[in-house]
């Protein structure tokens, strides 16, 4: 009888042919220990050095491994999303194929996940690099941490972990691998971190440096944005237009006031009149995106017949219903 299976990992690869075989070694003696079915789902994101001709040769030796390949290099969260999309484990454990993530540590990420925790984060509590980047990396860990309400020390390491019935909900592309665990949240979500080991680089070069983060910026302002207004829309556009429109008219009235007092408003005030105007054009174009962008989401929910953005925790207690009758 076919054995479901219950971790799928998931390795994005770009280039990293020196790497492969090792990596592959240390992940395959890691799996053997295990004792629970598992899978490995190698995405080989447009290599050009031969990469997908050796992972071809490891899936016909080994039936836990799977290949997908993409025609063209996409990035690293569309080839996570191609490989998430291929998995078949109820839980779903990420890290990179470039052996800076050490495959003895996933034994570590399936204990807390049988604990019952949700999303599992590495934790790279041992920087490597200069201070610098060190500075930047806590920085931009702390800005993230803020911003989401997260409370997570290392957002940039790709080594995580989730329950398949969060993570093939979320849409992934951009830079928002690092995001994904924000975007996963759903209310009674168990969020913990474990430490992880970084080895150092022993082939190849990094494909991630310090210009490539910097589209992170753009967008972690999508992901504020989608966290507080997706369902009410109004909230933010309707604010910021009725924002407009009382500074632009609470100027346009000091003008009229001028000008009924006999003050000419038009050579010295020219410009205000211009900027009360453009304030309150822009406010009335601002609200009124607003009511559009509430009409689609009000049409998105009812189409689903639901008044409420849709959680996963209601199927788990429907299912658990649907067993209760059952029994």
Aim: with cysteine.
């Amino acid at each position: 009888m076919f054995e479901s299976v219950r971790y799928s990992i998931v390795v994005p690869l770009y280039n990293e042919k020196e790497s492969i075989t090792p990596f592959y070694g240390r992940l395959k003696e890691t799996l053997d220990t295990v004792g629970r079915s598992s899978e490995c789902v190698f995405v080989d994101d447009g290599s050009t050095d031969g990469s997908f001709h050796l992972l071809q040769e490891i899936a016909l030796i080994d039936s836990r491994v799977t290949v997908v390949r993409l025609r063209q290099n996409a990035g690293k969260s569309v080839a996570l999303c191609a490989g998430i999309n291929e998995a078949c484990g109820d839980y779903v454990i990420t890290m990179d194929g470039d052996l800076q993530h050490d495959a003895a540590d996933i034994p570590r990420f399936i204990d807390k996940l049988e604990q019952g925790f949700d999303i599992v984060c590495g934790w790279r509590n041992q920087h490597t690099g200069s201070w610098l980047q060190r500075a930047a990396t806590w920085c931009a860990n702390w800005v993230l941490g803020k911003l989401t309400g997260v409370k997570i020390h290392d957002f940039g390491v790709g080594f995580k972990a989730y329950r398949r019935e969060l993570i093939s909900e979320v849409p992934i592309y951009g830079e928002l691998q690092r995001l994904i665990p924000v975007l996963a949240l759903r209310p009674g979500t168990r969020v913990c971190e474990v430490p992880i080991t970084t080895l150092p680089r022993e082939h190849g070069v990094s494909k991630y440096g310090m210009i490539r983060k910097l589209p992170v910026f753009f967008d972690l302002l999508t992901i504020r944005f989608m966290l507080r207004y997706l369902s009410r829309p109004m909230h933010f556009f309707g604010t910021a237009g009725v924002a407009g429109i009382f500074v632009g008219g609470a100027i346009g009235f000091w003008l009229l006031w001028q000008l009924v007092r006999g003050v000419s408003v038009v050579p010295e005030r020219g410009p205000l009149l211009v900027f009360a105007s453009v304030l309150i054009l822009s406010g009335l174009q601002l609200f009124a995106l607003g009511l559009l962008a509430e009409m689609q989401v009000r049409h998105y929910y009812q189409g689903r017949g639901r008044s409420a953005p849709f959680d996963v925790a209601d199927v788990i207690r429907a299912q658990k219903n649907k067993e209760a009758v059952s029994d």
